[in-house]
């Protein structure tokens, strides 16, 4: 499983939903990686936070607790295809959310998140709602 951005801080914040399924995954032992995309948005958000020592910490907890997937070649080639694609179709994304569907989908798992009216514009990209 993909964890998105939102679900990382989502799980910081103690939301119900976000905290039911991160037991779900390790209750059934489901693997969860970041995104690199995911790591810069972590750390962009320390950089503009009013704590930053506090929000590194936190930060470097979770991404140095799971494997990263690369924004390698093929993770950025599948997210270029994917951007240009959506924007052609008039439903664009933005290009942190291709990178993190394209991450997914080159590692073939799921993403999971609560903005899934985004990553459901990907076709192939299985999501993973809470």
Same mark, same amino acid.
Request: no cysteine; net charge positive.
């Given at each position: 499983m993909?964890?998105?951005?939102?679900?990382?801080i989502d799980v910081w914040d103690g939301d119900e939903g976000a905290l039911d399924c991160l037991d779900?995954?390790? @209750?059934? !032992?489901?693997p969860q990686r970041l995104s690199?995309?995911?790591v810069f948005e972590l750390h962009y958000g320390v950089? @503009?936070? !009013?704590?930053p020592e506090r929000e590194r910490r936190r930060v470097l907890d979770v991404v140095d607790s799971k494997p990263i997937v690369a924004a390698d070649r093929a993770v950025m080639a599948k997210a270029g295809s994917l951007h240009a694609t959506l924007e052609n179709d008039g439903k664009p994304i933005g290009e942190s959310d291709c990178i993190i569907a394209a991450s997914a989908l080159v590692v073939e798992e799921s993403v999971v998140t609560r903005n899934v009216g985004?990553?459901?514009?990907?076709?192939d990209l299985d999501v993973h709602p809470y």
């Open positions: 993909i964890l998105d951005t939102a679900f990382v779900d995954l390790e @209750r059934r !032992g489901l690199a995309m995911t950089g @503009r936070s !009013g704590k985004h990553f459901e514009r990907v076709g």
